[in-house]
């Protein structure tokens, strides 16, 4: 039988050569090659069938996901799959379970923090799966305070041992994926004591990692170990195949050597050791390299929203605004639809460039570690930090944005997106809270604008050299059509970044206490730090279109993209270019203006620009979502397919509904 394409005049529609788009997307063929493989490798199986996920208790979806999991497991063993292509197989598989945490923080874990002997002893483990491990940082009382830990780890020489205890309630460590069931190990994080001294109670290097076993063979817990899940999560199926878990500690001995070593060391004989040449800092980068990854990662979340939302959209047609009877207009050609579905697509392309520019950043921090040359470091963190709050709030937001423009069928699970939602949720508060992260940023931008004259701002601070030029020099722009040039939009976000910047530096500077100044001026401070991490994205976008880009039209419809994603800023954000005098109001409409010829550029790319992101419909999973657009039989099959209509009469019926029909309430 024969397929119908029901987007096939949108299709038509394209003035871009899609294929290329594709390449684009991914980052090279090689990159296009191994998710579609990967992709269609976890579509075309059966043992990840996910459509049923929210209809599961959370027993039997755990089970799922553990029985998944080691479906994935033989076939990367049986496939003899590399470890890149593992991730990508995790990644399509789309069901957050314990291995995310074994290999995208355990490991990485020991590879920061590890001595060459502990990486030696505790990698081959690991990467064979021999023992599972996660990351127990965050407590009952303290998650986004790492320095409030209470865990303690105290130093007996006598019997070459640290005893972990907690000590409190608010110590027991809360939260860690993979914890709750299924690991056997812990990198623990936990308040060093030696000789009866805390080490470093003034700074944050007094939290050290411990890895140590924490089940015996039958898998119950070692003697003084308390051990279990944290409880249902929001939102059916979502985080629920994790189990966070909560864990605490009655004196429990771990041998010595099983304090990670890298930064610092205790003897035989009990002496704390701080190597000299390593920062205190490494002990927190573990962090550094997930919120790379989730930048990564998210705007392949953000394209899937916007790909069912834009598919939708060309699809369901409502009455025109001249007409209330006649279902003419397609949803995506109202202008408002656009507005708020068009800055979502541009933002899902603007965090895919930023996030390739964020790993190249890691990569180069991680060999320079590696090396012992912590120079880039505190950009590493400002920009990784920066970025995952970025990206992370504008997808969640943009995900629920995607279901109200798919109207109430949005609201179905079916659509794919509430689920999506859930999932993705909790990405604003785990691997750091979004706004204690933008504080994180503030304070490197502030301090750079502090340090001008004598140090020299690099990489993504490099603009703040400009001050003078960037405080004093407004807004060119006369027309509409001067707002579509790189230059000239990355000129204004750096005055908005600059000009923001020194007025909270000016501000700070008139308290006594620096610390009280940034605690009153913190809402401020938010805003500073997300006008550098905009400029950032902005300015990573416009260089990549600097680049060769093959295809025909590729370069044309990017574009449109990049100007649509700036300007949409500009628009949201006119208020800061306005007071800080860069921009008039004239100039500020003009960029609005400018935008609204940019959607009607936009529109008869709009499939196929999320056609590129080449989303299997599995990988969608959802109903308005999918290729073919045949969206309405399968929305009704949808419906019936939820077991809740697998009888007319429903339980509880004849107890609850008859006594009222027959009036016999007295009954009940
Ligand atoms: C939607 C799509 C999703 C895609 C999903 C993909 C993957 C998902 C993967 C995993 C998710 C699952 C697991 C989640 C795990 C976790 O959540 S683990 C726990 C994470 N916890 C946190 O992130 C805690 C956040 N808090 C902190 O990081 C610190 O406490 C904080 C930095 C906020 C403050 O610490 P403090 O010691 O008080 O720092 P100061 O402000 O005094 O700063 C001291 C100096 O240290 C520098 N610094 C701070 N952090 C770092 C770092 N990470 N690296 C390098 N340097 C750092 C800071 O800049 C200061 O430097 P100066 O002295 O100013 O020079
Ligand atoms: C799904 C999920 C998975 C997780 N996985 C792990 C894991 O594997 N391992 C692990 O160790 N942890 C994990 N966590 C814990 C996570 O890292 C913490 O929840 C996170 O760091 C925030 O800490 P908190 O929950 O204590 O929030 P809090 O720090 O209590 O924050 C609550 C509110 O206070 C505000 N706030 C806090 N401090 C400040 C400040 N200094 N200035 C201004 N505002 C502030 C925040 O903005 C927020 O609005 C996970 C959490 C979730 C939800």
Redesign the pocket.
Known sequence: MELVDHLRDERNKAQFDVEAMKVVWAGSPQELQLCDRMANLVANHPAFEKLKRPMLVRKELFKNSLRKAAYARKLVIDLGLSEEEAKWLRFYIDE?TYPD?HWG?FIPAIEGQGSEEQKEKWLPLSRNMQIIG??????M?????VQGLETTATFDAQQDHFIIHSPTLTST???????GKVSTHAVV?ARLIVNGEFHGVHGWYNYYSFSFFLYLEDHSPLPGITVGDVGL?FGNGA?NT?D?GLLRFHHVRIPRNQMLMRVSQVSREGKYMQCDDVPRQLIYGTMVSVRQTIVAMVSRTLSRAVCIATRYSALRRQHSSSSLVVPCFLMIDYQSQQSRLFPLLASAYAFKFVGEWLKWLYTDVKQRLEANDFSTLPEAHASTAGLKSLTTSATVDGIEECMKLCGGDGYLVSSGLPELFAVSV?AC????????LM?QVARFVVKTVSEVGYKEPLGTSSYIRRLNTLLHNNCLVQTGEDWVKGDRIVEAFEARAARMAVTCTQHLAKFQDPEQGF?EL?ADLVEVAVAHCQLIVVSKFVEKLAQDIPGKGVKEALEVLCYVYALFLVHKHQGDFLVTGYLTPKQASLANRQLRILYSRLRPNAIALVDAFNHTDHYLSSVVGRYDGNVYPNLYQAAFNDPFNDSHVPDGYHQYIHPILNQTLAKL
Do not use: I, R
């Open positions: 957050p945490l923080m996660c990351y127990a940082q965050t407590e009382g303290h998650g986004s305070n460590k809360w939260w860690p994926g993979g914890l994080y999560k985080y994790m966070n909790p508060t785990y691997e750091g809270d979004n706004t204690v504080l605690s913190s």
